[in-house]
């Protein structure tokens, strides 16, 4: 496992914390759409991201979801990091976008790394600041764009994440995370190829405008 961490958070810790990561830390694997954490779970560990893509989702009192962000390589959540020091319930909803792999670090040695190591003490305050520009992101994408500049950012945003101009997704799957219909992003879509911006296939949906 030293390897898979040092590949990922070498450039941001140094080797005695990345041997104590390694000590204390418990590998986990997640298929694609697995879900990681459930709103509502006790959370007794924060996730370091090996590899994989993982997005972040919020749900409203009906049940719909709504997309905050996507984690990647070397990311870890600052939500899950709030309700690890906080000893609350997690209030999103992690999936993982692809096959991924975390390594789950005990809440206890969160707090100890803190005040012994300066270089994870800057990874949380960075983490922090980094989730919420994303969320202010994603708040003047819903309060500024119109759905299918949201829809055209998504859809590339899902790109990059996966290094495929090809994305593998359905019209349902597109509506839940942009918290609209079926019929709504099918439309949208529908104009998005008309305008030259992307290719409509079976089941998958090539970006031409990255």
Known sequence: MTKEIK?????VFEKELIQEIEEVGTLKSFKENERII??????????LLIDGAIKILREDKDGDELLLYF????DTCAMTLSCCLGHTTS???????????????????MEEWTSKYKTWRN???ESYHSRLLEMLDTIDTIAFLNMDERLLKYLRDKAKINQNETVQITHQQIAYDLHTSRVVISRLLKKLELKGKIS???NSIQIIDL
């Open 7 to 11: 590949d990922a958070y070498s450039f």
């Open 38 to 47: 459930e709103i509502g779970d006790n959370v007794s560990s924060m996730p």
């Open 71 to 74: 984690l990647e390589r070397g």
């Open 91 to 109: 209030e999103i909803r992690a999936v993982a976008e692809m096959e991924t792999r975390l390594i789950m670090i005990p809440v206890a040695k």
């Open 123 to 125: 990874f949380v305050f």
């Open 200 to 202: 409509l296939q079976r």
